[in-house]
């Protein structure tokens, strides 16, 4: 069996890995509607967040509700999409712990790809649905006037998104390469991200927004998109250009976490438990 | 040989000096076993405190954006409801408790019932420990950090502060009862997943994690309060640290709060009660 798989390229090796994981989800049928809702749910009420908050005032860091919903439909579409393909790369974190990582380092398959492919989250599937959903309707109802140019940025500045939230969870991850207990310090900037670029930069202020937005660059996943999109002025200075850079900085992003994971799978010691 | 279970009670004779001495033995065993795991405690203040800035900036835009007060709540008081409750929410443990969860599934809960102090009341020993390190640890830093960076609502009123206390520590037990519950559903099920998830999704929005409960119309809000234990989990000692309300208002909240205690660990010794009655432990 093992002489044939090797035979067979490392294709049907992987998609072994998939069936494996379809298969053993699809035997607690419950459990798997509980988590589809559960995922749905996480945006669903992420989104509803800022219908709240849009009830009490109507002007968020100088943004109407139109203008700040597009900036959370690109957040929560990026986000979501990224989660459902490269999320489960958060798990390292225990497979380094627990010393399942040794197993997956001695197959002959790469290690990203093998993690990736040890959960298979359909669950999220749906999630990733309603965040492009959330994407689509914010710029039907937002006064967008379409030109070839922002057409192409609507269906650019997502995907550039997802590269990058994809980018920052596998660099988030590799930190416990290092700090084996890391526990929750990746939350901060994925999940934290996500929260950053849910709402319009302005909001935020000083030495704090600097960081996420250009040290990290967060500010280029929704916000700036979102500004060339509306056609409107930076209320903070840069040029209208600068919403074109997303691609740019997704690239810039992954090649930053993919150096990251190659350094950090090189420096792992086994913990040998 | 007759067994001893909870359920059954105990051939010792009530003492009340004993039991207490029992119950804090727990609690610092509790307190001990939070404390060696000292990375993790340093990561999660960190991930705290990067929250209580997003959120923060944001509500302070809110009030920004609505002219200053916004549902009663002043720009200070907005910037101390997201602070405290950075802090607050690591010591009622809202997310990732699954102790007695993976105990009934491995079986290892066998061991619990045999004990002569009840599994609700040692599990609640401990969780108690567990909070008044967590106080320490995850408490101080995020709110020294919001304190340092932001303007707070310090308390005009002295009663404030004892009724604080108070509300912080009806918090813990609360959550820990529904903690308590929702992995009790193990008993039942195989895989406790949807109902921890169901959990994790509810009680953040539910309690006031993501924005101040105040921020809804009466008719979800009125009835979400008085009708569910979640915003008594946050929104309330929050709400009582900051004075958003008379004082007649902040300690009916509190009594709610103190109501709402009780009924939920009567439902933990009810619900543990009846597990017991069906659970089979497997393997030997």
Redesign the interface.
Known sequence: MADRTYRLGVVPAYLALLRGQARSQAS?R??FV??L???V??TV?DV??VL??F???????GFDRTEAMVMVGLSSAAFATADLTVGNIERVRQYVRTGLLDAVLVRPLGALPQLLLMDLPVRKAARSLFGIGVLVTALALADVSWTPGRVALAVLAPLAGVVFFGSIFVATATLSFW???????G???TY?GR??TT?PM????GW?RAVFAYGLGFGFVAYYPALALLGRADPLGLPAWVGWLAPGVALLAAAGAATAWRVGVRHYRSTGS | MGSVTATVPPPISRNIILWFRTFTAIAGSGFRRYST?R??TL??A??NT??G???C??L???????GGI??GYTPAQLATFVWVGQGLLAVVLLWGWTDLAERIRTGEVASDLLRPVHPVVSYLATDLGRAGYALVTRFVPPVLTGLLFFDFKLPDRWPTVPLFVLSVALAVVICFGCRYLVNATGYWL??V???M??W??GS??LAGL??PLR???DWILVPLWVATPFPSLLQTPLDVVIERDAWPVQSGMVALQLAWAGLILLGCRTVQRRAERRLVVQGG
Do not use: K
């Not at chain 1, 700090?179 to 310090?185: A, H, L, Q, Y």
């Not at chain 1, 302005?202 to 202020?205: G, L, M």
């Not at chain 2, 302070?60 to 609505?66: C, R, Y």
């Open positions: 607690y419950t459990s509980v988590d809702v559960g995922n749910g996480a009420f509803l967040t709240v908050l009830r009490v005032t109507r002007d968020l860091g700090w084996i207990d890391s526990g929750e310090v939350s901060a900037f934290g929260d950053f709402y302005t909001v935020y202020s704090f | 795991y990375q993790a990561a999660g960190f991930t990067v929250f800035f997003l959120r900036y944001v302070l835009a809110v009030a920004g954006g609505a916004v549902a195989q895989d997943r949807g109902p998830i169901l994790t999704l953040g929005v993501y924005f921020f809804l119309p």
